[in-house]
């Protein structure tokens, strides 16, 4: 049923089936765990409706568009995406997808959080509070953001296609029923969720697919929201790292309206500047984990890192930083629900 969850071949290590108590969507089910890994994989029984996989439907072009406030306007043909936001569907690299595996650990203490007037705004723009919604988490990594959305009094479920970033929040969130699967093929079933997130992980879709998925699985007045931290070149430091860093790393828009065009559902955005305080060092491991150095050639990385920190470092001469984001939160509902 959630082909994708069984086990790989060649997994080696010890298995065992438990049933599953804890989460919520599916009143019952199993879970496998798989201590090495500290994943719990969850597999419903009995239950087809309440869990089958994907009969992706494709968009319904007999919607009408909606238009609000602070929504884009969609319409069917619209032309090409801009070249910054086309550039963002990165679902074809699975293996810079997944590279995050590979320094799981150092992605959980380096990486920045979220601040709570993102939850706010995702809150508002939602129309519902987090406290008591049923939340799946996609892409949730390490577990950054599933436990900020924990901590909101949401129901969350985390989904994660990486075996390393998964038995992290496994460690980390152990209370949190989590699935390996991933947003291209949701192992829900419709109308599981009032809220979708992906946290800094939507970009690894493939929008053709995970929009589709992603309105399945909400229930009719739920709403998937997007985000992502970016770096605000607006500060100058920032802005100077960037031209350092530019062979190198690809920045994205902070908002991704324009990507649901082709969909019936109506988009709100907002946008919220934040910054954190953090040892010059902290930086340095937090730039480590972004993709396009962790599947880089070590040698080079770390050149390109150390040369990086050495500018820091004479820049902030105590060691410490402000770190600036502009955190770009894309919130998306079907059109064809009431407001
Ligand atoms: C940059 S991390 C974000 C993790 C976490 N949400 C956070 O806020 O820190 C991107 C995550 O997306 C996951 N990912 C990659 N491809 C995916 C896909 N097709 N569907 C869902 N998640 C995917 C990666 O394994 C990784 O854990």
């Given at each position: 049923?959630?082909?994708?969850?069984r086990?790989?071949?060649?997994?080696?290590?010890?298995?065992?089936?438990?049933?599953?108590?804890?989460?919520?969507?599916?009143?019952?089910?199993?879970?496998?765990?798989?201590?090495?890994?500290?994943?719990?994989?969850?597999?419903?029984?009995?239950?087809?409706?309440?869990?089958?996989?994907?009969?992706?439907?494709?968009?319904?072009?007999?919607?009408?568009?909606?238009?609000?406030?602070?929504?884009?306007?969609?319409?069917?043909?619209?032309?090409?995406?801009?070249?910054?936001?086309a550039?963002?569907?990165?679902?074809?690299?699975?293996?810079?997808?997944?590279?995050?595996?590979?320094?799981a650990?150092?992605?959980?203490?380096?990486?920045p959080?979220?601040?709570?007037?993102?939850?706010?705004?995702?809150?508002?723009?939602?129309?519902?509070?987090?406290?008591?919604?049923?939340?799946?988490?996609?892409?949730?990594?390490?577990?950054?953001?599933?436990?900020?959305?924990r901590?909101?009094?949401?129901?969350?479920?985390?989904?994660?296609?990486?075996?390393?970033?998964?038995?992290?929040l496994?460690?980390?969130?152990?209370?949190?029923?989590?699935?390996?699967?991933?947003?291209?093929?949701?192992?829900?079933?419709?109308?599981?969720?009032?809220?979708?997130?992906?946290?800094?992980?939507?970009?690894?879709?493939?929008?053709?697919?995970?929009?589709?998925?992603?309105?399945?699985?909400?229930r009719p007045?739920?709403?998937?929201?997007?985000?992502?931290?970016?770096?605000?070149?607006?500060?100058?430091?920032v802005?100077?790292?960037?031209?350092r860093?530019?062979?190198?790393?690809?920045?994205?828009?902070?908002?991704?309206?324009?990507?649901?065009?082709?969909?019936?559902?109506?988009?709100?955005?907002?946008?919220?500047?934040?910054?954190?305080r953090?040892?010059?060092?902290?930086?340095?491991?937090n730039?480590?984990?972004?993709?396009?150095?962790?599947?880089?050639?070590?040698v080079?990385?770390?050149?390109?890192?150390?040369?990086?920190?050495?500018?820091?470092?004479?820049?902030?001469?105590?060691?410490?930083?402000?770190e600036?984001?502009?955190?770009?939160?894309?919130?998306?509902?079907?059109?064809?629900?009431q407001?």
């Amino acid at each position: 049923m959630v082909s994708q969850n069984r086990p790989q071949a060649g997994d080696a290590d010890p298995i065992s089936w438990q049933p599953c108590h804890r989460v919520r969507p599916f009143a019952r089910g199993w879970t496998l765990h798989r201590p090495r890994l500290g994943i719990v994989i969850v597999i419903a029984t009995g239950m087809a409706s309440h869990c089958a996989p994907s009969s992706t439907p494709g968009p319904d072009q007999s919607q009408s568009h909606a238009l609000d406030a602070d929504s884009a306007v969609h319409r069917w043909q619209l032309p090409p995406l801009p070249g910054k936001i086309a550039g963002m569907a990165s679902h074809a690299n699975q293996p810079r997808a997944l590279s995050f595996d590979t320094v799981a650990t150092q992605y959980a203490a380096a990486r920045p959080g979220y601040p709570p007037a993102l939850f706010d705004a995702v809150e508002e723009l939602a129309g519902r509070a987090l406290a008591d919604a049923d939340v799946l988490d996609c892409g949730a990594g390490t577990g950054i953001a599933t436990r900020l959305l924990r901590e909101r009094g949401a129901r969350v479920v985390a989904l994660e296609p990486g075996a390393g970033m998964a038995a992290e929040l496994r460690r980390a969130e152990p209370e949190v029923p989590l699935v390996r699967g991933e947003g291209n093929r949701l192992p829900f079933a419709a109308g599981s969720f009032d809220v979708i997130t992906y946290a800094q992980a939507w970009h690894w879709t493939d929008p053709a697919r995970s929009v589709p998925e992603a309105l399945r699985v909400l229930r009719p007045h739920g709403v998937l929201a997007l985000w992502w931290n970016q770096a605000d070149v607006r500060v100058a430091w920032v802005a100077a790292e960037e031209d350092r860093l530019a062979p190198f790393t690809r920045g994205f828009p902070t908002t991704v309206a324009e990507l649901f065009a082709p969909f019936p559902v109506r988009v709100s955005t907002r946008e919220i500047t934040w910054s954190r305080r953090i040892t010059v060092e902290e930086h340095t491991r937090n730039l480590g984990t972004h993709s396009h150095f962790v599947i880089m050639d070590p040698v080079e990385r770390a050149e390109l890192l150390d040369a990086n920190h050495t500018a820091l470092a004479r820049l902030f001469p105590d060691g410490e930083l402000d770190e600036p984001y502009r955190c770009g939160l894309t919130v998306v509902r079907s059109a064809t629900t009431q407001a």
